[in-house]
């Protein structure tokens, strides 16, 4: 008994120094330097936006289509080579996130012509609006004659 619970703390404790050793958050994205400076498009790193439902985010892979010819090795991009070295993603710390029982489809919403910046805001700028809260949706869908029922939201 002793000796299985040491076998599975010994094994939690792995994975908790393995779980460390992944790159640090990178987070908040520089979306201005990207963007602005750059002339990205937001489609180039979240290609989904207007098929799916999730927008999708880059993998390391696509960074380093740019970052691996950069001459920046900045502190900044750090945890980008150490992830690239180390085959891991990158962890973001995801501010949209809305629970399991709403269906966000962002497709519907760009094919109803609406922008990136009408929910997220200034992202050039990298000023991000707070994730939208239900009394949000429903007044838009209000004002734009969208679904109202609960079902539209909630599964
Ligand atoms: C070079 C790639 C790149 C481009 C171009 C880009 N993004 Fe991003 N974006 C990211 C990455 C990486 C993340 C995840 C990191 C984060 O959340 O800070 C992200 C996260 C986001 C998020 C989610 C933030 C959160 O925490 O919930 C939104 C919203 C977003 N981007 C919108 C945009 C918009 C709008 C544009 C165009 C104006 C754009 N992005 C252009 C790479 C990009
Ligand atoms: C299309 C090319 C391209 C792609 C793709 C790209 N970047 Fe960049 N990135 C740049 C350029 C150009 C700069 C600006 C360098 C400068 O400041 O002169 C930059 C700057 C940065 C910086 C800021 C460095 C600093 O110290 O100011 C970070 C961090 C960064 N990129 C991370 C990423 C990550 C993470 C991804 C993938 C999600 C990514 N980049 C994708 C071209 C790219
Ligand atoms: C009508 C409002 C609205 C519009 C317009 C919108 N978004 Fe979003 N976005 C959201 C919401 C809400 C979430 C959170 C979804 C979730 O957690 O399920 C989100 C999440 C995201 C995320 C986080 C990760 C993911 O894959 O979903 C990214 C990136 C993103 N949006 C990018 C964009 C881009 C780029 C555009 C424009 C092409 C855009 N969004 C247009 C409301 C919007
Ligand atoms: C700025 C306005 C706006 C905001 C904010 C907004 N929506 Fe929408 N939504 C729309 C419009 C316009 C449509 C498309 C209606 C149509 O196609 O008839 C739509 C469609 C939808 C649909 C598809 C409904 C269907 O019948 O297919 C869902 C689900 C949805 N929205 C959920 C949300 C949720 C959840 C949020 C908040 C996180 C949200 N929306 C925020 C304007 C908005
Ligand atoms: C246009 C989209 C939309 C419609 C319509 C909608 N909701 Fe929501 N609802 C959301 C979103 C987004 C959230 C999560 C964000 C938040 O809690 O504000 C949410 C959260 C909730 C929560 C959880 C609150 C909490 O504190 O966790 C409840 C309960 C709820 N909704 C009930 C309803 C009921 C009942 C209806 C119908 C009368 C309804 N909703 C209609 C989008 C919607």
Do not use: I, T
């Given at each position: 008994m002793t000796l299985l619970f040491s076998l599975l703390l010994g094994a939690t404790l792995m994975l908790t120094l393995a779980g460390s050793d992944s790159p640090a958050p990178a987070s908040?994205?520089?979306?201005?330097k990207h963007v602005v400076e750059n002339g990205m498009s937001c489609l180039y790193c979240h290609p989904h936006a207007e098929k799916s439902l999730a927008a999708?985010?880059?993998?390391?892979k696509k960074c380093m289509d740019c970052h691996s010819f950069l001459n920046v090795r900045t502190e900044a991009v750090q945890p980008l080579f150490e992830a690239w070295e180390t085959?891991?993603?990158?962890?973001?710390?995801k501010q949209n996130d809305l629970p399991d029982h709403v269906v966000f489809p962002h497709h519907k919403h760009l094919?109803?012509?609406l922008a990136c910046?009408?929910?997220h805001g200034d992202v050039e700028q990298d000023r991000l609006?707070?994730?939208l809260a239900m009394k949000q949706c429903v007044a838009c869908h209000v004002?734009?004659?969208?679904?109202?029922s609960c079902s539209t939201c909630h599964k």
């Open positions: 908040p994205f520089p979306h201005a999708g985010l880059p993998s390391v085959q891991q993603p990158l962890r973001w710390a094919k109803a012509e910046r009408d929910c609006s707070q994730p004002e734009r004659d969208a679904g109202r």
